[in-house]
């Protein structure tokens, strides 16, 4: 566990400020982690319903993320914990790991449909929705740069992959409503506010001046 607490760090942290692609290693090396612990026919107790749903409604609670099994507790830290942090670095790294989530699930399923079945692969398709909201989120974020909005876009299309018949109409509304309307869906994927375009252009103009400094 302290490994996988290591790796949680290095999101948003000085080294993925050197080099974002790291992040993106690190969020393979938590997919492996939470899908090596799924084999098909396993049974974890946890703290789930009688229904077998996992309800991860309100705030971020570091009890229930504790007893979570590794499946439930990556994506959890994730989307509960890591994309509302404070800090930009860590929010725009969780584009990155999140895609290694998501796209470990899609490869699965595209190789072998049974495969579908593993813990790990469930738990991503059962907070389909949750996972991506939060690509359509970082997608607008205004300082999320070039890697980031890349793993966006290719975790939207893991998340269109994964989708069965029951999600893929909600998402296909949210996906139009985040791209296709001239209204703000809770800050646009595709449009930014003047308020945020500055923001954007002003955090590009301080790193590259802030790149010429140190260079």
Same mark, same amino acid.
């Given at each position: ?63 229930? =993320? ?7 507790? @990556? &994506?959890?830290? %994730?989307?509960? /914990?890591? *994309? #509302? +942090? ?29 495969l579908a079945r ?39 299309? =893991? ?7 029951? @999600? &893929?109409?909600? %998402?296909?509304? /949210?996906? *139009? #409503? +985040?791209f296709g309307q ?34």
């Amino acid at each position: 566990l302290q490994c996988v607490d290591a790796l949680f760090q290095i999101l948003g942290s000085s080294a993925f400020r050197k080099d974002p692609e790291i992040a993106l290693m690190t969020g393979e090396a938590l997919a492996s982690y939470a899908d090596a612990f799924s084999p098909n026919g396993v049974v974890w107790t946890s703290v789930e319903g009688s229904s077998g749903v996992s309800d991860w409604s309100g705030d971020f609670n570091e009890d229930l =993320a504790n007893e979570l099994p590794p499946h439930q507790q @990556v &994506l959890y830290l %994730l989307l509960k /914990r890591e *994309l #509302n +942090a404070s800090s930009p670095h860590k929010r725009t790294a969780c584009a990155t790991a999140l895609l290694a989530l998501a796209g470990r699930a899609a490869r699965s399923v595209n190789r072998d449909s049974s495969l579908a079945r593993r813990l790990f692969v469930k738990e991503i398709i059962q907070h389909l929705r949750e996972v991506q909201l939060a690509f359509i989120t970082l997608l607008a974020f205004p300082k999320s740069k070039q890697l980031a909005r890349e793993s966006c876009c290719l975790g939207l299309a =893991a998340c269109q992959g994964l989708a069965n018949s029951t @999600v &893929l109409n909600d %998402l296909n509304d /949210r996906l *139009l #409503n +985040a791209f296709g309307q001239t209204t703000n869906y809770g800050g646009s994927a595709m449009m930014e506010s003047r308020e945020q375009n500055a923001a954007r252009r002003a955090h590009e103009t301080d790193s590259a001046s802030a790149s010429l400094t140190e260079s």
